[in-house]
């Protein structure tokens, strides 16, 4: 199956730029012609081709399955990017075969990198969730710094990992796949303690990933494995 990412409004569906050109230039797809179209919000559409008119395609559509690729649990990553965005994306790629529900890069005091090229790290969550047979593209969220986002309102379990010798439990054994899960993941320097208190008094329980110190795109992947594995447990 080759899926492709498009605008759905009603009935009908629009491919633009790169997603029409391999379709009609490198797939040859003419008027008539099925495809297969996610548009990021769960739904796989199996369209027919109307029109195809240089950089744009049009179809119709004749078929849908909703909650593609579908996974039972839904998992949102607060994460402070790396200094190296090629850790960053990798992360997002691999996050998102695995069924990441939405991402929201943060600032912290040790953080290493304050601005992100959204558009780009857009087009990588977008090609993964087609790769991966997903439907669901995982959501973008805007960044933002530690304070603000710890009075964010979340219907669900919060839990912030770092690697202080204090009070943690195992992010393996207080996770509940059955509720929302909000994790958060420092920068390379970590959460200070004062953050980690912060988010304490907020609601947030603090978790353990494990007795090795891992780089900050590693747990981004072991927490969002620890789901998966549930999932392949069940």
Not at 3 to 30: I, N, T, W
Not at 160 to 176: E, G, L, M, S
């Amino acid at each position: 199956m080759q899926l492709f990412y498009g605008l759905v409004q009603g009935d009908s569906v629009l491919l633009d730029g790169e997603e029409a050109r391999h379709a009609a230039k490198v797939l040859r797809k003419k008027p008539g012609d099925t495809l297969e179209v996610i548009d990021g919000s769960g739904t796989l559409f199996t369209c027919r081709i109307t029109a195809i008119d240089r950089d744009k395609l049009v179809a119709a559509v004749v078929q849908r399955e909703a909650d593609f690729g579908h996974v039972p649990y839904e998992l949102h990553l607060a994460i402070a990017p790396t200094k190296n965005m090629d850790r960053l994306e990798w992360l997002l790629e691999k996050a998102t075969e695995m069924g990441l529900a939405s991402i929201t890069p943060l600032v912290a005091k040790n953080s290493e990198r304050v601005r992100l090229r959204e558009d780009r790290l857009l087009r990588i969550l977008i090609s993964a969730a087609k790769q991966s047979y997903k439907g669901r593209v995982p959501e973008l969220r805007p960044m933002l710094k530690f304070d603000d986002f710890l009075v964010q309102p979340f219907a669900g379990q919060r839990c912030i990992a770092h690697c202080y010798n204090t009070p943690r439990k195992p992010f393996t054994q207080v996770v509940d796949a059955t509720k929302p899960i909000q994790i958060c993941i420092g920068p390379e320097g970590d959460f200070t303690t004062a953050e980690v208190d912060a988010a304490i008094k907020k609601g947030f329980e603090a978790v353990s990933l494990g007795a090795s110190r891992l780089r900050t795109e590693t747990a981004g992947l072991v927490a969002v494995s620890v789901l998966y594995n549930l999932e392949l447990n069940q």
